[in-house]
């Protein structure tokens, strides 16, 4: 185990494509020590370690893990088992692929539209233009949320997952108070649902019961504020490293041109290869070990999904992008009890946007000059600047 990562010495580029740095912690620190001022604890990036703090809740709780402005567990992230599961009996039906299936027409359409805004331009941020506006409105429209509101509800998770300061007790602050004016606009929410009830998840949250227990409003606000941030973010991280791919990679783009049909497969292989959501957090509940290394209870343990799905020692081919891989069992969306609870919406989303825009933009590359920049932890690339003929 060592403390720090000597960048100065590896030449890695930590706001470039991230596969050369998991490498290098793999081979140099699979189990690291960190001491830093965002966390003190352990981080794992071998596939194995990763998926034994993942599938063993009771040694590795999530309660308590994320800091993210809340003023309590958020509902079902920070809720272990035996209770977790009562939540996702609740909660799994309402993101059912049957249920998906229902908004794949519309969202269909919405693409569209946005496609439709910028195509004779010959150019746009994908970032701003189609990214960031397409998971935001049709999450907004499932759960009852103002669509019109929604440059206000980015601005809200932007200051929670990407606070606009450095200083990490001012970030920290910047957090917390973003975290009062999200629980505020549900809390309106909730009254207004109260008041005049309609088909979305809020009302339907409302009238909801857990192993005969009325859900009370203070678990509706914990649901709905874990929502309002995934629901608003990762979609969008994982369009822009995937189009942030495709547009370096002429073949592969061809491919999914030519063959609509192998646009399931591309898009689960580019997950695994940018892996968006490239870590999460979990909590030592006892001492243990991982590689043989110790872990004390209490410790905060970062489990490195984008090294896991890149790992050589599980992995055929690690480091080629295959669209053709048979087995192609990622980890993009976690593993264990706490899977992403929206994997098929999200999975939705992904590949109706990637077929039309390679129906309508069937030639696209970055613009000269620019280099896609990716935030660190949430992978998004804001500058995402394309350009075709039209």
């Given at each position: 185990m060592t403390d720090e990562m000597p960048e100065t010495e590896t030449g890695l580029d930590l706001a470039g494509p991230p596969q050369e740095m998991y490498k290098f912690l793999r081979d140099h620190m699979p189990v690291m020590a960190v001491e830093h001022e965002m966390m003190t604890g352990t981080s794992v990036a071998l596939h194995d370690d990763v998926?034994?703090?993942?599938?063993?809740?009771?040694?590795?709780?999530?309660?308590?893990?994320?800091?993210?402005?809340?003023?309590?567990?958020?509902?079902?992230?920070?809720?272990?088992?035996?209770?977790?599961?009562?939540?996702?009996?609740?909660?799994?039906?309402?993101?059912?692929?049957?249920?998906?299936?229902?908004?794949?027409?519309?969202?269909?359409?919405?693409?569209?539209?946005?496609?439709?805004?910028?195509?004779?331009?010959?150019?746009?941020?994908?970032?701003?233009?189609?990214?960031?506006?397409?998971?935001?409105?049709?999450?907004?429209?499932?759960?009852?949320?103002?669509?019109?509101?929604t440059a206000e509800f980015i601005e809200l998770k932007d200051g929670i997952i990407r606070p606009p300061v450095d200083n990490f007790d001012d970030a920290t602050a910047f957090r917390n108070e973003t975290g009062r004016k999200i629980y505020a606009v549900l809390q309106e929410a909730i009254d207004e649902k109260k008041a005049n009830?309609?088909?979305?998840?809020?009302?339907?949250?409302?009238?909801?019961?857990?192993?005969?227990?009325?859900?009370?409003?203070?678990?509706?606000?914990?649901?709905?504020?874990?929502?309002?941030?995934?629901?608003?973010?990762?979609?969008?991280?994982?369009?822009?490293?995937?189009?942030?791919?495709?547009?370096?990679?002429?073949?592969?783009q061809q491919r999914l041109v030519d063959r609509?049909?192998?646009?399931?497969?591309?898009?689960?292989?580019?997950?695994?290869w940018e892996t968006p959501v490239a870590g999460v957090i979990r909590v030592a509940t006892k001492d243990t070990e991982l590689s043989g290394?110790?872990?004390?209870?209490?410790?905060?343990?970062?489990?490195?999904?984008?090294?896991?799905?890149?790992?050589e020692r599980f992995w055929t081919d690690a480091d080629t992008v295959d669209f053709d891989r048979e087995i192609n069992k990622h980890i993009a969306f976690g593993g264990g009890v706490h899977r992403c609870l929206g994997s098929h919406l999200a999975r939705m989303e992904l590949r109706v946007c990637l077929e039309e825009w390679h129906k309508r933009v069937p030639s696209y590359e970055l613009k000269p000059g620019t280099t896609p920049e990716y935030t660190m932890g949430l992978r998004s690339v804001d500058n995402l600047e394309l350009v075709w003929r039209t």
């Amino acid at each position: 185990m060592t403390d720090e990562m000597p960048e100065t010495e590896t030449g890695l580029d930590l706001a470039g494509p991230p596969q050369e740095m998991y490498k290098f912690l793999r081979d140099h620190m699979p189990v690291m020590a960190v001491e830093h001022e965002m966390m003190t604890g352990t981080s794992v990036a071998l596939h194995d370690d990763v998926m034994t703090v993942l599938q063993n809740p009771d040694v590795f709780s999530s309660l308590g893990a994320a800091e993210i402005g809340q003023v309590r567990p958020l509902i079902p992230l920070e809720i272990d088992p035996p209770e977790h599961s009562k939540f996702r009996k609740l909660l799994d039906p309402l993101f059912a692929p049957r249920r998906v299936a229902l908004l794949e027409e519309s969202t269909r359409a919405l693409v569209n539209d946005l496609i439709d805004a910028v195509i004779a331009d010959g150019g746009c941020n994908f970032h701003s233009s189609i990214a960031e506006p397409l998971p935001s409105q049709v999450f907004l429209t499932m759960f009852g949320l103002p669509v019109e509101r929604t440059a206000e509800f980015i601005e809200l998770k932007d200051g929670i997952i990407r606070p606009p300061v450095d200083n990490f007790d001012d970030a920290t602050a910047f957090r917390n108070e973003t975290g009062r004016k999200i629980y505020a606009v549900l809390q309106e929410a909730i009254d207004e649902k109260k008041a005049n009830p309609t088909d979305d998840f809020i009302s339907q949250f409302l009238e909801a019961e857990v192993e005969g227990h009325r859900l009370t409003e203070d678990d509706v606000l914990d649901i709905g504020y874990l929502f309002f941030l995934a629901g608003l973010d990762t979609v969008t991280a994982s369009l822009d490293c995937m189009l942030a791919y495709l547009a370096q990679n002429p073949a592969e783009q061809q491919r999914l041109v030519d063959r609509p049909e192998d646009v399931p497969a591309a898009m689960e292989e580019l997950l695994r290869w940018e892996t968006p959501v490239a870590g999460v957090i979990r909590v030592a509940t006892k001492d243990t070990e991982l590689s043989g290394c110790p872990i004390h209870a209490g410790d905060k343990v970062s489990v490195n999904l984008g090294s896991a799905n890149t790992d050589e020692r599980f992995w055929t081919d690690a480091d080629t992008v295959d669209f053709d891989r048979e087995i192609n069992k990622h980890i993009a969306f976690g593993g264990g009890v706490h899977r992403c609870l929206g994997s098929h919406l999200a999975r939705m989303e992904l590949r109706v946007c990637l077929e039309e825009w390679h129906k309508r933009v069937p030639s696209y590359e970055l613009k000269p000059g620019t280099t896609p920049e990716y935030t660190m932890g949430l992978r998004s690339v804001d500058n995402l600047e394309l350009v075709w003929r039209t």
